[in-house]
């Protein structure tokens, strides 16, 4: 749809169309231009335009409804373009080698700096700078504009005004910089920056963004070896600097509109030459540049929101890229993780259909929709318009596709953990000496061989190996005996997808713990062999001690290679490494090395049949780790008087360490050996 | 060597003195001007006339005078003045000595010794 305006050309009114009047305005410029030292220009150019204004009717007069853009063409082409007028002129102009400082003006000898009384935005300060060491004022604007925010700028511009005398200076003829409307996302100022240096656009805005994208590369490998201030300070502030920078730019940059500026951003030579040639050239370009131009017309009153919005959108595209590049490193981050730690999901997926499913979900449940956002950020950013919408259909069926395998993928592995059944066996105990059950830990000796020593760290808690699956999560739990002997029983639990298969693969957990004279070994850790799978299982001991019968701890209990957990009821306790602690209700910590004794009500009771009183042998235990560190939180302690109510916690912990009662045992020596570890006396 | 620059000198030395033959058998306007000389091969750009035109009213080797139409503009009609005349005369005698030279030396068949 075009504009048509009616023109007067030397007294005759003639339709146009608004590219044609473009076209032909810019025709007239070329040749003021041209023929600008001419004492009689103005009566050419007079006689031109009656000359063109007589062709123009002709057309009409032929049946033509309004001028368009070919019309002019033809005209043009008829009168002939400035530069092969074969005319002397007063003076002629010459060619010069291309030069971005342009010398054809005389400049008023520049010794002395000035505050330039003619083309000023505020007093004509930085203007009368830019004379000065003849530069773009606009360069020299901005570069105000960064120190103004500095607060010193102010005042310095105030004295300046001051002091500088005015004098009305050439205007600038060099190269200007400008926003680029041509190549625009959001305000062309990267567009505008790399005409003038010469830059190619994308590298401009790659520059502009490389704050971010560091900030988010270094934030990925933060946890690895990189110190932690060091990136974050400096990239994300100067990420802040560089949108702050857009937005002042965006502000002051004018916008190159005609070809006369255009050219000035781009550095080129103005001449009737360089003009005439941009006409030609962009004559069919002219309709979409005539429409944006007739856009950016903004009435002031919406000059606020369309700042708002401007700021809005820029903030978006950085965000959006950031969220894109960080979207594209989680994804590679998935798939490496997928695959190195293939040999543990080998272990999860029951069979092959659920491992397809599994890279299924991972790939087009999650790459796709991350794959999609990225590639429409870098669509914006690059300013690459596609019409393929193809490309958009693809993505959405492939995410489709990523939806459904996800919920086959989940209804598979619920389907396989639907039950969860526990299958127990018994340790048959004979009557130990002194009535006293000693509880003894050992490790899982390594028989196997260990390829993913990525995978497995020093904790010995759990470990991958070729063909089995090693847990060091055992519960124990002791209990009041309902007769006369000791009892322990193996309950060894998982899921399943069927009650039989649940119980089966429970059954199919190794375990090993065994009976010794009178003490109790039990192993730190259970093993799943491959062809279970890993279905959540877990083990517990539950040791039924008499009445009046004792149990004992013994110090293999407390080593760092012997981590186990004690439930006892709802309170679960924790084998740690300095005692056995409570990790529910604060402390209540067992002593090793110390006897036990089965109190009637079910729960143990030191010798003298006092209730086990919560002690702390290290006022931090909880709080520091020699391996972990520090913990965050502080736990206090409560003490359980013998009416089981809670206290305040006791100040001297000294005290309490002195009142437990301990019994004299000879030292009991522990030799290694392949199953149990015999103890000798 | 630009050779285009030689051909444009060699045009520019006779327009004026074309542009002044046209006008000399009777007044004329820049269109009939333009028509006329692309007729006989010898093209010109409007633009190249009308400041040649300018220039030579200037220095009253023309005048013009004004003539309406209903097709258009008025148009400018110019015609040589006594000044104009005496220009032409001169022009076309140097015109003459000049061809009568180049075509001379161009079509010698002898060798210079």
Redesign the interface.
Known sequence: MEKIININ????ILPIEESAYEKLKNYFAS?RTY?NN???RD??IN??E??I??LL??KV?KGAATINSDNIEDVIL?????E??????ETEIQSEPENKKSETKSTIPNKKLYRNTVDKVLGGVCSGIANFINIDPTIVRVLFAIIFFSGWGLIIYAILWIVLPKQELEPFAGARIYRNPEQRILGGVAGGIASYFGMQVWLVRLIILSPVLFLIFFKTLESSFLPNMFPDLIFSSLSGTFMFAYIILWIVLPQAKNEYQKMEMRGEKVDVNKISENVRDKSKEMGNEIKSAAKSVRPIASGIFKTIGIIIKIIFLFIGGAIAFGLLMMMIALIFTGISTGHITSFLWANEMQQTLAWCTLILFFCVPASAFIVWIIRLIVNVRSRNTYLTWIFAGLWFLGWVAAALFAASIVNDIKYYEYDVASIPIIKPKDDKLIIAVSDVPARFKTDYWWLNEESNEWGVFDDTLKIGIVYFNIAASSDTAYHVEIKKSSAGNSYNNAIERAGKTQYSAGVNNNVLQLSNSFLVAKENKYRGQMVEVIIQVPIGKKIRFDKSVNQDLNPLRMVEEHIAFKIGDYGIENFEFGHFDLERNIDYIMGADGELRNLDGSEIVVKRKYKYKRDFHPRKGFRKSKIEFHQKDSQNNIEEPKENLDENIKESSRVDIPEIEIIESPVFTVIKF | MNIINTQ?QM??GV?EFCILSIIRRGEAY??DIVDEMRATGLH?????L??????LK?FEILTYRWVESN??????YFLLTEKGEKFFIELSQTWSELSNAVNGLTTKKEEIN
């Open positions: 050309l030397s007294g005759r040749l023929f001419e004492t009689e009566e050419i006689d031109i009656g000359r204004a007589e009717n002709e007069q008829s009168m002939g373009r400035p092969d007028f074969e005319t002397e002129l | 444009s045009r520019k327009l820049p269109g010109i750009l409007e633009g190249t009308y400041p040649l035109l300018t220039r200037n097709s258009g503009p008025p148009r400018k």
